[in-house]
C-alpha cells in the first residue's frame, strides 16, 4: 500500500498531496514493470514471448505516460521542469544553464540542436 512510504503522517498531508503520492508511487511502479518486461523479452529465447512481453512493457510505458501527464496537470512546479527538459535535444546540462540563465535574466538561448524550452508557469514568457 502506497500509504505506507509515507514521510509525514497522513493526518497532516493535504488530500493533493496524497493525491500526488498515489500518483508517484504509481508512476515508480509503473516504471519498474517497464524494466521488468524488457529484461525478460531480452532474455526470453522464444519470439512469441519475447513479442508479447514487448507488448506488456509498451503497454506500461502508456500507463507511466498517462501518470506523468496527470502529475504535469496537477503540479505546476513538476509542470515547469517538463516544460523545460522534455523533447530538447541540446545536451541536457546546456538546457539547464539556458534555463538557469533566463531565470536570471541573462542569455537564454540553448543551442542550435535544441527545440527550445519554457522557464516558468505557462502563459508566462
Known sequence: MSSENLHAPRERLSRR???????VVSLMEELDAIDWYRQRAEDAEE???KDLLR???REEMEHASMLLEW???HDKDFEGY???????EAPLLEVEHAAEAAAKGG???PSSKSRGFTVGRPGEG
Open 17 to 23: 498531496t496524497i493525491s500526488l503520492h498515489h500518483a
Open 47 to 49: 519470439d512469441s514471448l
Open 55 to 57: 507488448h506488456n512493457m
Open 71 to 73: 502529475i504535469r496537470r
Open 82 to 88: 517538463l516544460r523545460t527538459y522534455l523533447f530538447t
Open 107 to 109: 542569455d537564454a538561448k
